[in-house]
């Protein structure tokens, strides 16, 4: 926000307007510039998971629209699914039927304010940003119980209490696993976690000692349950709930749960990058090159790369039951996340 | 699985439009929460009275009718009638039908038991297996598609013979799909049938006992997953799979009780490896010869009835057929598997939850064209 | 067992109760009096010697002066099968039901009823299956008249 | 605890299975046809729209009587006797003026039993398939091309589906 601030004032006479204009003007834009981003990130998103799922089960997906790979193919449907009628069904809660989406995707989107995409590009350092992406995170869920009530179907409501149950309890493994990385660093600001990790591949968190290693894995996992992603997309799950807590929606509502969904897989990808991958940071030591590549373009091909194992994950695996589900999080994740947090303690005292 | 309600039963209606209810089946479940106490099906949306359309049409007419019956597996629905019609008429075909029959009916057992595996994958939540067995099934419809020009619905077993032969060079294309496609089950097994998250999800659900399954005339790969070594291929063989050396494949409980989803889906997976070495040893026993050599001019059974069941891949088809001496059926009563698989359905999926009726329902591998025929 | 020691232990066993016997023909086959339909069934599926356990098929046949009804039953153990057939009348054609003998003849036995108006005594669940609820006539019997519509839509 | 552990191993031993089967698949070569532009050859035996070359039909109607869903409409008449005679390709003399010949490709099941009793083999599926109408209607060809001599009242279609 600083930068875009400085950029801002640029413009001539800027200075001549009004203090409280001065204060709001800067956090509009840097709204506006995350949400095209994150419109062009989801975009493509769905493009390369179509790909993706394509290449997997042997076939070529979307090859025709905008030419090299129908890599348009997205665009056209994100305005046909815009252009398309508005259906409310009668028997809905007419207000949190229309809220629900907004506050799903609410949820993803104002959690990318702390999210640091370059040495500099970011919007804000809070200094309790990953408690932040945390508690905003979760915001989601509340969207999406809305949704599954509102839209008074039983394959919804099913769908939306799914979902509940499921996010609040992946919540836990992977708040833990993310703490394993605030011992070593010592705050939560996502830019002194990131500048934690400066100086190449070694110094990310990933490879500083195998209880972050492990770490890793369980907040990936974890992660993966609260997008809602295949093996747990149980609260969407197409065999046995229709299409969950999204059964109703059509049309530009429905397009918002799709942005949500891919915005958090997204932000998921995104948080994993900073805290475990070293964010924007370089990836070979500063000893043997200069920087390169720039850190935002680091940092999304990081994030890509996971987004791709959750794309691969998706593409091979059948879904878990809900019992499974709750099984996996309280007595697997949970505890091995606990003896992580107290291994990584024990090393940050003794070593 | 014994059920305590301590809230109110929710009615949840699944389907007829329902992306798993496999065509246009309708449950009604009884649900508290995720439990399912009762599953009640409701069936015959897809009703069209073949019995009674087929009272109208002479014999070879009916022919295409059976093919709409089970859509996914034509080639083995047309086999019957047509073994059944045979021997009401006392026809005799050579060899050279026998085989091919015998090899189109193997291949069309392939291709169904791969759509059964990828439709429960589907169903299970992985949608990757689904197109990979449909690639392969696309295989299976060229050659068919090759040999009688359809690929769904053949038509192609006539009453006495075939309606064509074999294009040259079929026998190879044949032998080199299956040196293909064996490699590709076991491709099929590591991304599915031994994935964990799929053995927990089916192999402790929607147990049927041996004797639940014979009570409810259960019949196919759905009564040998539950262990009975039953298969009407062996035990009262026609078309000489007699002579053929095949396994049995039933269901062995690797993962957990005898009976579980879990082994009506290995059964199939089985069950194609043994049609791989039906063809093979069928293709070596080719003669030449001429396929529509004992075709009847016209198909004018004398009166009387028989009945005949052969296996088709979803379990023991029967067609008791009445004649009354004329051109055209006087009743025609099918058997069919995918019924009575589905009145035993209430009691295998008592008390499990909504995701094993899924999961049940899947490992059935019902075809709606065939229980509301 | 062959056709005929079975139609031999059928007429040894119920006698007069067993109408007609053709064992020789290529579906063999005994008409059952209607009444004795579930004793009938109980000791052939009980009877170690027959131990009929599977039912294969039930449906009923319209021969214009009456209704048959038709089970033919196969054992499992045995490997062999029989046929037994009961002759109702056109007129409200009623008869036991074997649901508590062959769990399958539930679905069975509803479908020919759907299909011929054959009503089960003490079937547990006596509705139509395969057309709607509220069809009317019965479909394979011969002198069925084919609807123009159903509720108002077109057939 | 052991279970725990074997079941844990198991678990994630099995998942990588499944991807490492996967990411083989991300690098074979597609099967699909990209249908617009690469269209599949067809089978010469391929069963899809029906064609009647009319010049050779004799108007024996032998194909409606085979057709078990009766989507073929077939009226004759005879040739006058001082009409010239005219033969079929494969020389047979054609005795009836076919009045109408109708296809109804919407009730067609394609089974093909309609083109082999055909005695001059006139009727035949092709194996085009690409013939998709906005209007069922179009759907119902029309072959025959002679107009009825004797005027007779159009013989009563049995409608009634079975």
Same mark, same amino acid.
Request: with cysteine.
């Given at each position: 926000m600083e *930068?875009? !601030?400085?950029? &801002?004032?640029? $413009?001539?006479?800027?200075?001549? +307007?009004?203090?409280?204009?001065? !204060?709001?003007?800067?956090? &509009?834009? *840097?709204? $506006?510039?995350?949400?095209? +981003?994150?419109?062009?990130?989801? &975009?493509? +998103?769905v493009w390369m998971e179509r790909k993706v799922s394509a290449h997997i089960q042997d076939r070529l997906g979307p090859m025709y629209v905008g030419g090299w790979h129908g890599w348009a193919q997205t665009i056209a449907d994100a305005l046909k699914l815009l252009l398309k009628e508005d259906i409310v069904p009668a028997a809905t809660d007419k207000l949190l039927f229309k809220m629900a989406p907004f506050i799903v995707f609410l949820g993803a989107f104002a959690a990318f304010v702390v999210v640091p995409f370059g040495a500099s590009s970011f919007v804000t350092d809070l200094n309790i940003g990953v408690l932040y992406i945390v508690a905003v995170g979760s915001l989601s869920v509340i969207g999406i119980i809305m949704a599954g009530w509102a839209s008074n179907n039983k394959y919804s409501l099913y769908g939306g209490m799914r979902a509940a149950a499921q996010i609040i309890s992946y919540e836990i493994p992977s708040a833990i696993a993310i703490m394993t990385v605030i011992i070593p660093v010592g705050s939560l600001s996502m830019v002194d976690i990131v500048n934690a990790q400066k100086g190449g $591949?070694?110094?990310?968190?990933?490879?500083?000692?195998?209880?972050?290693?492990? !770490?890793?894995?369980?907040y990936f996992v974890a992660s993966l349950a609260e997008v809602n992603r295949t093996p747990f997309d149980i609260p969407e799950a197409e065999s046995e709930l229709v299409a969950g807590y999204h059964t109703e929606y059509s049309g530009m509502r429905f397009a918002f749960f799709f942005l949500a969904e891919y915005a958090n897989m997204f932000l998921v990808a995104s948080v994993a990058t900073t805290l475990f991958l070293g964010g924007w940071t370089q990836v070979l030591p500063s000893s043997i090159a200069h920087q390169f590549i720039p850190g935002p373009i680091l940092f999304f091909l990081k994030a890509l790369l996971l987004i791709f194992i959750q794309m691969w994950l998706r593409w091979s695996l059948p879904r878990l039951r809900v019992d499974q589900l709750m099984y996996l999080s309280w007595k697997v994740l949970l505890p091995i996340s606990l003896v992580l947090v107290l291994g990584v303690g024990w090393l940050a005292v003794y070593w | 699985m014994e059920v305590d309600f301590s809230g109110d039963v929710m009615t949840l209606n699944m389907g007829p439009q329902h992306p798993s209810t496999h065509g246009v089946l309708r449950l009604e479940l009884k649900t508290d929460g995720e439990i399912v106490a009762e599953a009640i099906p409701h069936i015959g949306y897809l009703h069209r009275c073949f019995e009674k359309h087929v009272e109208n049409v002479d014999y070879p007419g009916v022919i295409p009718y059976t093919d709409r019956m089970d859509?996914? /597996? /034509?080639?083995?629905?047309?086999?019957?009638?047509?073994?059944?019609?045979?021997?009401?008429?006392?026809?005799q075909v050579n060899n050279r039908v026998r085989c091919i029959r015998i090899i189109m009916a193997e291949l069309d057992r392939i291709a169904s038991h791969l759509i059964a595996a990828g439709t429960y994958g589907n169903d299970i939540g992985s949608f990757t297996p689904f197109l990979w067995c449909f690639r392969d099934r696309e295989t299976i419809l060229d050659l068919f598609e090759e040999t009688c020009g359809a690929r769904l619905l053949y038509n192609y077993n006539w009453i006495g013979g075939l309606m064509f032969d074999f294009k040259p060079g079929f026998e190879k294309k044949v032998i080199e799909f299956i040196d293909y496609f064996e490699p590709q089950v076991d491709n099929l097994n590591r991304i599915l049938s031994d994935n964990f998250i799929f053995v927990k999800r089916t192999a402790t659900v929607g147990i049927m006992s041996p004797e639940v399954a014979i009570n409810y005339g259960v019949t196919g790969p759905n009564l040998r997953g539950s262990?009975?070594?039953?298969?009407?291929?062996?035990?009262?063989?026609?078309?000489?799979?007699?002579?053929?050396?095949?396994?049995? /494949?039933?269901g062995k409980g690797e993962h957990g009780p005898i009976g579980s989803c879990w082994d009506r889906y290995m059964v199939r997976i089985r069950e194609v490896k043994e049609s791989c070495k039906i063809i093979r040893q069928t293709v070596a026993q080719l003669t030449p010869g001429d396929v529509r050599e004992s075709i009847p001019k016209r198909v004018k059974p004398p009166a009387g009835e028989v009945y005949m069941r052969t296996e088709c891949p979803r379990g023991e088809l029967g067609y008791y057929i009445v004649s009354d001496g004329g051109l055209k059926p006087y009743r025609l009563k099918v058997k069919s598997p995918c019924f009575t698989v589905m009145s035993a359905f209430q009691e295998v999926s008592r008390g499990s939850m909504i995701a094993d009726v899924v999961a049940i329902l899947g490992s059935f591998d019902i075809v709606l064209g065939e229980i509301d025929r | 067992m062959t056709p005929q020691e079975i139609a031999a232990l059928l007429v040894d066993r119920f006698g007069s109760r067993i109408l007609e016997c053709k064992p020789d023909e290529v579906n063999p086959w005994s008409v059952v009096e209607p009444a004795a339909i579930l004793e009938v069934s109980q000791f052939l599926r009980a009877d170690d010697r027959t131990s009929m356990d599977h039912l294969e098929l039930l449906g009923g046949i319209d021969y214009k002066d009456r209704i048959e009804v038709v089970y033919?039953?196969?054992?499992?153990?045995?490997?062999?099968?029989?046929?037994?057939?009961?002759?109702?009348?056109?007129?409200?054609?009623?008869?036991?039901?074997? #649901?508590?003998?062959?769990?399958?003849?539930?679905?069975? #036995?509803r479908e020919a009823y759907d299909m011929f108006g054959i009503v089960f005594e003490g079937h547990s669940d006596m509705r139509r299956i395969l057309c709607p609820d509220d069809w009317e006539g019965y479909p394979l019997r011969k002198d069925y008249k084919y609807p123009k519509s159903y509720r108002d839509m077109p057939v | 605890m052991l279970t725990y552990f074997k079941n844990l191993g198991l678990g994630v031993v099995t998942v990588l299975n499944s991807m490492r089967v996967a990411w083989r698949h991300l690098f074979t070569p597609s099967v699909t046809l990209q249908y617009p532009t690469v269209k599949w050859k067809m089978p010469e035996r391929s069963r899809m729209r029906l064609f009647n070359k009319i010049e050779d039909c004799i108007g024996c109607s032998a194909c409606a009587r085979a057709c078990p869903t009766k989507c073929i409409t077939v009226q004759s008449e005879k040739r006058g006797k001082d009409e010239p005679? @005219?033969?079929?390709?494969?020389? %047979?003399? @054609?005795?009836?003026? %076919?009045?109408?010949?109708? @296809?109804?490709?919407?009730? =067609? =099941?394609?089974?093909?039993?309609?083109?082999?009793? =055909?005695?001059t083999k006139c009727l035949v599926m092709t194996g085009e398939y690409e013939y998709a109408v906005y209007d069922k209607k179009d759907h119902n060809y029309h072959f025959a091309k002679d107009k009825p001599m004797t005027v007779k009242a159009p013989k009563e279609q049995s409608t009634e589906k079975a």
């Amino acid at each position: 926000m600083e *930068s875009i !601030a400085q950029l &801002l004032r640029l $413009i001539p006479k800027y200075d001549k +307007l009004p203090g409280m204009a001065q !204060a709001i003007i800067p956090v &509009l834009v *840097s709204c $506006i510039v995350i949400f095209a +981003l994150l419109a062009l990130a989801v &975009l493509f +998103l769905v493009w390369m998971e179509r790909k993706v799922s394509a290449h997997i089960q042997d076939r070529l997906g979307p090859m025709y629209v905008g030419g090299w790979h129908g890599w348009a193919q997205t665009i056209a449907d994100a305005l046909k699914l815009l252009l398309k009628e508005d259906i409310v069904p009668a028997a809905t809660d007419k207000l949190l039927f229309k809220m629900a989406p907004f506050i799903v995707f609410l949820g993803a989107f104002a959690a990318f304010v702390v999210v640091p995409f370059g040495a500099s590009s970011f919007v804000t350092d809070l200094n309790i940003g990953v408690l932040y992406i945390v508690a905003v995170g979760s915001l989601s869920v509340i969207g999406i119980i809305m949704a599954g009530w509102a839209s008074n179907n039983k394959y919804s409501l099913y769908g939306g209490m799914r979902a509940a149950a499921q996010i609040i309890s992946y919540e836990i493994p992977s708040a833990i696993a993310i703490m394993t990385v605030i011992i070593p660093v010592g705050s939560l600001s996502m830019v002194d976690i990131v500048n934690a990790q400066k100086g190449g $591949i070694q110094h990310w968190f990933l490879f500083r000692n195998p209880f972050i290693f492990l !770490a890793f894995i369980v907040y990936f996992v974890a992660s993966l349950a609260e997008v809602n992603r295949t093996p747990f997309d149980i609260p969407e799950a197409e065999s046995e709930l229709v299409a969950g807590y999204h059964t109703e929606y059509s049309g530009m509502r429905f397009a918002f749960f799709f942005l949500a969904e891919y915005a958090n897989m997204f932000l998921v990808a995104s948080v994993a990058t900073t805290l475990f991958l070293g964010g924007w940071t370089q990836v070979l030591p500063s000893s043997i090159a200069h920087q390169f590549i720039p850190g935002p373009i680091l940092f999304f091909l990081k994030a890509l790369l996971l987004i791709f194992i959750q794309m691969w994950l998706r593409w091979s695996l059948p879904r878990l039951r809900v019992d499974q589900l709750m099984y996996l999080s309280w007595k697997v994740l949970l505890p091995i996340s606990l003896v992580l947090v107290l291994g990584v303690g024990w090393l940050a005292v003794y070593w | 699985m014994e059920v305590d309600f301590s809230g109110d039963v929710m009615t949840l209606n699944m389907g007829p439009q329902h992306p798993s209810t496999h065509g246009v089946l309708r449950l009604e479940l009884k649900t508290d929460g995720e439990i399912v106490a009762e599953a009640i099906p409701h069936i015959g949306y897809l009703h069209r009275c073949f019995e009674k359309h087929v009272e109208n049409v002479d014999y070879p007419g009916v022919i295409p009718y059976t093919d709409r019956m089970d859509y996914c /597996a /034509a080639m083995n629905m047309e086999l019957g009638y047509v073994l059944t019609v045979e021997k009401l008429m006392g026809i005799q075909v050579n060899n050279r039908v026998r085989c091919i029959r015998i090899i189109m009916a193997e291949l069309d057992r392939i291709a169904s038991h791969l759509i059964a595996a990828g439709t429960y994958g589907n169903d299970i939540g992985s949608f990757t297996p689904f197109l990979w067995c449909f690639r392969d099934r696309e295989t299976i419809l060229d050659l068919f598609e090759e040999t009688c020009g359809a690929r769904l619905l053949y038509n192609y077993n006539w009453i006495g013979g075939l309606m064509f032969d074999f294009k040259p060079g079929f026998e190879k294309k044949v032998i080199e799909f299956i040196d293909y496609f064996e490699p590709q089950v076991d491709n099929l097994n590591r991304i599915l049938s031994d994935n964990f998250i799929f053995v927990k999800r089916t192999a402790t659900v929607g147990i049927m006992s041996p004797e639940v399954a014979i009570n409810y005339g259960v019949t196919g790969p759905n009564l040998r997953g539950s262990g009975v070594k039953f298969d009407v291929r062996k035990d009262e063989p026609y078309l000489g799979y007699q002579d053929i050396d095949f396994e049995v /494949a039933v269901g062995k409980g690797e993962h957990g009780p005898i009976g579980s989803c879990w082994d009506r889906y290995m059964v199939r997976i089985r069950e194609v490896k043994e049609s791989c070495k039906i063809i093979r040893q069928t293709v070596a026993q080719l003669t030449p010869g001429d396929v529509r050599e004992s075709i009847p001019k016209r198909v004018k059974p004398p009166a009387g009835e028989v009945y005949m069941r052969t296996e088709c891949p979803r379990g023991e088809l029967g067609y008791y057929i009445v004649s009354d001496g004329g051109l055209k059926p006087y009743r025609l009563k099918v058997k069919s598997p995918c019924f009575t698989v589905m009145s035993a359905f209430q009691e295998v999926s008592r008390g499990s939850m909504i995701a094993d009726v899924v999961a049940i329902l899947g490992s059935f591998d019902i075809v709606l064209g065939e229980i509301d025929r | 067992m062959t056709p005929q020691e079975i139609a031999a232990l059928l007429v040894d066993r119920f006698g007069s109760r067993i109408l007609e016997c053709k064992p020789d023909e290529v579906n063999p086959w005994s008409v059952v009096e209607p009444a004795a339909i579930l004793e009938v069934s109980q000791f052939l599926r009980a009877d170690d010697r027959t131990s009929m356990d599977h039912l294969e098929l039930l449906g009923g046949i319209d021969y214009k002066d009456r209704i048959e009804v038709v089970y033919i039953l196969y054992s499992m153990k045995q490997h062999h099968r029989y046929t037994l057939k009961c002759r109702l009348p056109r007129e409200a054609p009623a008869i036991h039901t074997v #649901e508590s003998v062959w769990g399958v003849a539930n679905w069975h #036995e509803r479908e020919a009823y759907d299909m011929f108006g054959i009503v089960f005594e003490g079937h547990s669940d006596m509705r139509r299956i395969l057309c709607p609820d509220d069809w009317e006539g019965y479909p394979l019997r011969k002198d069925y008249k084919y609807p123009k519509s159903y509720r108002d839509m077109p057939v | 605890m052991l279970t725990y552990f074997k079941n844990l191993g198991l678990g994630v031993v099995t998942v990588l299975n499944s991807m490492r089967v996967a990411w083989r698949h991300l690098f074979t070569p597609s099967v699909t046809l990209q249908y617009p532009t690469v269209k599949w050859k067809m089978p010469e035996r391929s069963r899809m729209r029906l064609f009647n070359k009319i010049e050779d039909c004799i108007g024996c109607s032998a194909c409606a009587r085979a057709c078990p869903t009766k989507c073929i409409t077939v009226q004759s008449e005879k040739r006058g006797k001082d009409e010239p005679e @005219i033969y079929a390709s494969d020389g %047979t003399v @054609i005795k009836l003026r %076919t009045v109408v010949y109708d @296809i109804d490709m919407t009730l =067609c =099941c394609y089974c093909a039993l309609c083109t082999f009793p =055909c005695p001059t083999k006139c009727l035949v599926m092709t194996g085009e398939y690409e013939y998709a109408v906005y209007d069922k209607k179009d759907h119902n060809y029309h072959f025959a091309k002679d107009k009825p001599m004797t005027v007779k009242a159009p013989k009563e279609q049995s409608t009634e589906k079975a």
